[in-house]
């Protein structure tokens, strides 16, 4: 099968998956595992392509960071019921940098900064009220935000990439790319 670049296919379908959405188009769910192989899966979003990884921000703290530090591999798929595609990645984790972190942390509205800096995300919460009145006393001071260094992002560095599409009679199109030490292989697989 003739190979291309997954990633630059990845970037046409997600451009296609941006016309007539019915789900925002980065919403996408993340599969982590704590250390002992527990798997955990959540909505995220994606946040673009950097350096060949796909990006996504988070609390260091949260359940998902804690889970990529000590393990740090992780799966994403993204579903775009109106393209009847989803594309599946799997691969390795890293952090970003603090100045990749920082750019995207004050691209954010102030509102979202704030709550970055006051929840401790995936924690109990003792209090609704006590949260809610602290990002309010937050938003009256209308004071700069700092990044926390508790919060950034990752990049999944994809090994596989399988791109998916919905076939009459179950009868779906499926090709993943594994990636190997002379580039990217294509394989069609089975429904």
Same mark, same amino acid.
């Given at each position: $099968?003739?190979?291309?670049?997954?990633?630059?296919?990845?970037?046409?379908?997600?451009?296609?998956?941006?016309?007539?959405?019915?789900?925002?188009?980065?919403?996408? *769910?993340?599969?982590?595992?704590?250390?002992?192989?527990?798997?955990?899966?959540? $909505?995220?979003?994606?946040? =673009?392509?950097?350096?060949?990884?796909?990006?996504?921000?988070? /609390?260091?703290?949260?359940?998902?960071?804690? %889970?990529?530090?000590? /393990?740090?591999?992780?799966?994403?798929?993204?579903?775009?019921?109106?393209? =009847?595609?989803?594309?599946?990645?799997?691969?390795?984790?890293?952090?970003?940098?603090?100045?990749?972190?920082?750019?995207?942390?004050?691209? @954010? +509205?102030?509102?979202?900064?704030?709550?970055?800096?006051?929840?401790?995300?995936?924690?109990?919460?003792?209090?609704?009220?006590?949260?809610?009145?602290?990002?309010?006393? *937050? %938003?009256?001071?209308?004071?700069?935000?700092? @990044? +926390?260094?508790?919060? =950034?992002?990752?990049?999944?560095?994809?090994?596989?990439?399988?791109?998916?599409?919905?076939? %009459?009679?179950?009868?779906?199109?499926?090709?993943?790319?594994?990636?190997?030490?002379?580039?990217?292989? *294509?394989?069609?697989?089975?429904?």
């Amino acid at each position: $099968m003739r190979t291309v670049d997954p990633i630059k296919t990845f970037a046409e379908w997600y451009t296609e998956a941006q016309k007539d959405a019915m789900v925002h188009p980065d919403t996408v *769910a993340l599969a982590t595992a704590a250390a002992n192989g527990r798997p955990s899966v959540r $909505m995220v979003y994606y946040r =673009g392509i950097r350096d060949g990884g796909f990006s996504f921000f988070t /609390n260091y703290e949260s359940r998902k960071g804690r %889970e990529l530090a000590g /393990n740090p591999f992780a799966a994403m798929v993204f579903y775009w019921p109106h393209l =009847g595609r989803q594309v599946r990645i799997e691969g390795s984790v890293q952090r970003l940098s603090a100045e990749e972190s920082d750019a995207y942390f004050y691209s @954010r +509205p102030y509102q979202s900064q704030i709550t970055a800096s006051i929840s401790a995300q995936s924690r109990s919460m003792e209090s609704e009220n006590d949260f809610a009145d602290r990002l309010a006393k *937050a %938003e009256q001071s209308m004071l700069p935000i700092a @990044r +926390p260094e508790s919060w =950034g992002g990752f990049k999944l560095v994809p090994e596989a990439i399988e791109f998916w599409t919905r076939g %009459e009679f179950r009868r779906h199109h499926r090709v993943v790319y594994r990636m190997s030490r002379d580039g990217w292989t *294509a394989t069609r697989l089975y429904p």
